[in-house]
């Protein structure tokens, strides 16, 4: 299906599975802010992704609203993701990264709602006729499967579906985690270990303390190859500052690793200070809050239900 006149649609959410991190922040959502005038967008809150591990029911409806104080949800709809999971075959499932790391040892043990995650991905995803997905690179996977169902019904049915795009930023892709650099930054992994993620909420006293803590290695100073951990603050610091490797090179070669951390740490502070400020505004009037989120999702309704009667109508069931 080709889509319409005007901007290309982009789609994209987080799930409010915990306080959102660095990671969260520079692999998607700046982006989604510094792109916004480019495109029409939907930006939504997958909570229904986010009971596919347990949840603790006050946590998940807090981390909800918190995270649509950061930015306005569309609303979402369950059934799509049933046709297509009766579209995608198991091996497909069974050979997707995030299920493995989640599922871990304890894969018979996991929900099928984990497992089914990424049809219900897709149904988001294509319900309102998205052409790109501005994600980090831990997500290329599951749009590529949303790319491969969408095909397969359209050769199947005809003009489905537009076809969507991962759209993955050069920089600030793959924010690795403070305490242990070989692991993606993550909001579970948060859960254990305080040093592991810089939430945007965190106050700048806390943001100093984890970076100041940030995993290194023994050498006196920065080099370059870099390792994983200075890697991983030069990545932070280049993202939030927009300069390439050579800049950033450049200003830290031969330095102290405490420079580095404290330059990482102000440029993080002085990026995270008015989003925090703002956020405060916002959660002081939770009830606006509520009616805006409201009032976004019965606008954007409409163009989810015309997906769904056209995808009802070319299986069968319409
Ligand atoms: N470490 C990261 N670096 C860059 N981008 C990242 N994203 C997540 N972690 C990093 C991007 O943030 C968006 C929202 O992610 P999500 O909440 O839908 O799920 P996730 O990718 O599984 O994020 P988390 O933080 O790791 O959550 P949990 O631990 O709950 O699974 C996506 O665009 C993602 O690419």
Redesign the pocket.
């Known amino acids: 299906m080709q889509p319409g006149p005007g901007k290309p649609r982009v789609f994209?959410?987080?799930?409010?599975?915990?306080g959102?991190?660095?990671?969260?922040?520079?692999?998607?959502?700046r982006n989604w802010v510094r792109d916004q005038d480019k495109y029409d967008n939907i930006f939504c809150i997958?909570d229904l992704?986010?009971i596919t591990?347990p949840q603790d029911p006050a946590a998940l409806r807090e981390n909800t609203l918190s995270l649509a104080a950061i930015y306005l949800a569309s609303g979402i709809h369950p059934e799509l993701a049933w046709i297509l999971e009766c579209f995608i075959p198991m091996g497909w499932l069974e050979r997707m990264t995030?299920f493995k790391e989640?599922s871990g040892r304890e894969r018979e043990r996991s929900s099928a709602g984990l497992f089914a995650y990424p049809a219900l991905?897709a149904a988001d995803i294509l319900l309102y006729d998205t052409r790109y997905?501005?994600?980090?690179?831990?997500?290329?996977q599951h749009i590529e499967l949303t790319r491969d169902v969408a095909q397969r019904l359209n050769q199947r049915f005809g003009e489905v579906f537009v076809l969507p795009e991962a759209m993955?930023q050069a920089a600030?892709?793959?924010?690795?985690?403070l305490d242990d650099p070989e692991k993606?930054?993550?909001?579970?992994?948060?859960?254990d270990n305080p040093g592991h993620?810089i939430f945007l909420l965190d106050p700048p006293d806390v943001i100093r303390k984890k970076i100041a803590r940030a995993q290194t290695d023994a050498q006196p100073a920065v080099q370059f190859p870099a390792g994983t951990g200075v890697r991983n603050l030069l990545e932070i610091y280049r993202t939030i500052t927009d300069q390439d490797w050579p800049a950033v090179e450049r200003e830290f070669a031969a330095k102290p690793y405490s420079v580095l951390k404290s330059a990482v740490a102000d440029a993080v502070v002085e990026a995270l200070t008015p989003i925090q400020e703002r956020y405060r505004e916002i959660r002081a009037d939770d009830a606006g809050l509520m009616r805006q989120l409201r009032g976004t999702a019965d606008r954007l309704r409409p163009i989810a239900n015309t997906t769904l009667q056209r995808v009802q109508h070319a299986v069968g069931l319409r």
């Open positions: 994209s959410g987080i799930q409010p599975s915990g959102l991190h660095l990671g969260n922040y520079l692999g998607a959502l997958v992704h986010t591990v995030q989640k991905m997905v501005p994600v980090g690179e831990d997500q290329r993955i600030g892709a793959r924010i690795m985690g993606k930054m993550s909001k579970s992994l948060a859960g993620a």
